[in-house]
């Protein structure tokens, strides 16, 4: 099993909202990561987990959280966001940080109203 | 600073002819190179890796080669099929984790 699921695949959400991205792998991959892709552009790097513990933040706004309650479950939440940080939401895993290859999954498609 | 650039934003090639992806890199402390596939709506997929001790890899119809000293590597697709129609994106690992290029739009007409 080499899937990365991810839900919602679609959420709109107003700028005083709260709400959630979950993430979910079973390889037993020991990484996640958070990315952000805007149309036509590459992925960017957000956070970086290793072992249950955060290890890169890429400066990202606190209206970003993430959490990693175990090591097949990582969360992203969402508070007072802007209408610029409508994207798609990347989730990834890999075998450890590097150098592995890393799995991606669907994406959640965020739009901020 | 771009650290991985992919000059072709998109590249058309005829059903069953081969396929050529190009990728220009500038930073010298990647320890290996991917290539990942995306098509809209979806995540990207890992197609092909190569360390940065080897000069080519294969695995199937997705060869890439590796040129350190022009810090150039390209992925062949040979031959190409229409389910090969997708943006490219040539990436490089190290201890900062993944660098990603801009990407490719790979068309193939039948």
């Known amino acids: 099993d080499t899937e990365v699921t991810q839900t919602p695949k679609h959420l709109v959400m107003g700028m005083t909202n709260k709400k959630s991205l979950k993430c979910e792998q079973h390889m037993g991959h020991r990484a996640m990561y958070w990315y952000k892709q805007k149309a036509k552009k590459p992925p960017e790097l957000m956070f970086v987990?290793?072992?249950?513990?955060?290890?890169i933040n890429e400066s990202v706004p606190s209206r970003f959280s993430p959490e990693c309650p175990n090591s097949s479950l990582l969360n992203l939440h969402l508070h007072a966001l802007q209408p610029e940080d409508s994207a798609l939401y990347l989730c990834a895993s890999s075998q450890d940080w590097t150098p592995y290859e890393q799995y991606f999954g669907p994406g959640t498609r965020l739009t901020v109203t | 600073d771009q650290q991985v650039k992919q000059n072709s934003p998109s590249l058309s090639v005829q059903e069953g002819r081969i396929s050529i992806l190009n990728c220009d890199y500038t930073?010298?402390?990647?320890?290996?190179f991917l290539w990942y596939k995306k098509y809209p709506a979806e995540g990207p997929t890992f197609l092909i890796s190569?360390?940065?001790?080897?000069d080519k890899n294969e695995d199937g119809r997705f060869t890439v080669f590796l040129n350190k000293s022009a810090k150039h590597l390209s992925l062949h697709i040979v031959p190409s099929q229409p389910g090969d129609s997708a943006v490219y994106f040539c990436v490089g690992g190290g201890a900062d984790g993944l660098t990603f290029g801009k990407g490719t739009h790979l068309i193939i007409q039948p």
């Open positions: 930073n010298s402390m990647f320890d290996y």
């Open positions: 190569i360390s940065s001790i080897k």
């Open positions: 987990y290793s072992y249950e513990k955060l290890s």
